[in-house]
């Protein structure tokens, strides 16, 4: 009988509460093939960071086990770190040192050998565009080369498993697309990515599957196809407006299942049915809307996260 593979990672009824505000994550479970890109999308406080805590074995769980290429997360701690790169979403360096030796020690405490460290870290920080300031001492680094630092040494011995959190927020465009072409090379090579985002439209793009977190637990977990077929009844009204306004009269139009501001943008998540877009319109002008702009968009997972919750990924700040 052929043996099934061995995941890269398998989380089974992970839960870890934290005691001071009984909140975490509870019952977590899904598991990551090689070569596969997994996305957790959540709204901030649904779990994510906790939960690549755990299974970057910083903290440990209160109930559960995890695996990383069978390796037990609790017993063989050593081993699975040694096998997984972790990019946390607030990085954190040495700033009196620059990127390159950060990077370099980063690399020589995974193990990697002297010439070796140097070499990939070299590559790395020019495929990041970082090359030019390498020797900068990183306190003089912008927020985005600071997160693209992190991703070097996330990258840097070689990892079987890779823990991203947030790794593109703050990335400017060609960061963003060198981002994504490094995942995709890395799936192509066997690695397996969680990618722990709010970035719906690079989770669609990058992820095979997607777990949806929502207070600390998985409320739906499929590729992202399946998830967007699941709404082909909901619309995806975006306007554009020259002011912000209240948007009461919006949320209150037959159909309208939630309102999200987006800078300039409102989007209102609707169900489809004759004359919506006609009575959203109505209510944005009761409102006191000046809409420079309107586009009625197909579903994205946004849409699908509405739907299943009631709430929106992205609170107002
Ligand atoms: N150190 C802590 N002590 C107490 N509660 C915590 C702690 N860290 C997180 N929490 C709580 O645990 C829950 C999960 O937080 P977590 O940071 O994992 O969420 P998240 O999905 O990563 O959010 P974000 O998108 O904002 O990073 C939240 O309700 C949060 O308030």
Partial sequence: MVEPPVPALEAREISRRYKSSGRGVEGVSFSVAPGEVFGLVGPNGSGKSTLLRV???????????????????????????????????????????????????????????????????????????????????????SYGMGKKLALVEALAHGPEVLLLDEPSLGLDYTSQLAFQRKIRDLSESGVAVVLASNQVDEVEALCDRVAFLYRGGVVAQDTPEALISSVEGVRRVVATLRNPVEYGPVESVEGVQRVVPEGRNLVVHCDERPGIVADVVAGLVRSGGDVVSLSVERPNLEDVFVKLTGEALRRED
């Fill in 55 to 141: 299974l970057s074995t910083a903290i440990e769980p209160d109930g559960g086990r995890f695996f990383v290429a069978g390796a037990d997360g609790i017993r063989e701690k050593r081993k699975v770190r040694a096998r997984m790169g972790l990019m946390v979403d607030r990085p954190t360096h040495y700033g009196d040192l620059t990127g390159r030796a950060n990077a370099y020690f980063f690399a020589r405490a995974y193990g990697v050998e002297e010439a070796k460290a140097e070499a990939v870290v070299s590559e790395l920080l020019d495929f990041f565009d970082l090359a030019e300031y390498a020797d900068d001492r990183v306190k003089t680094y």
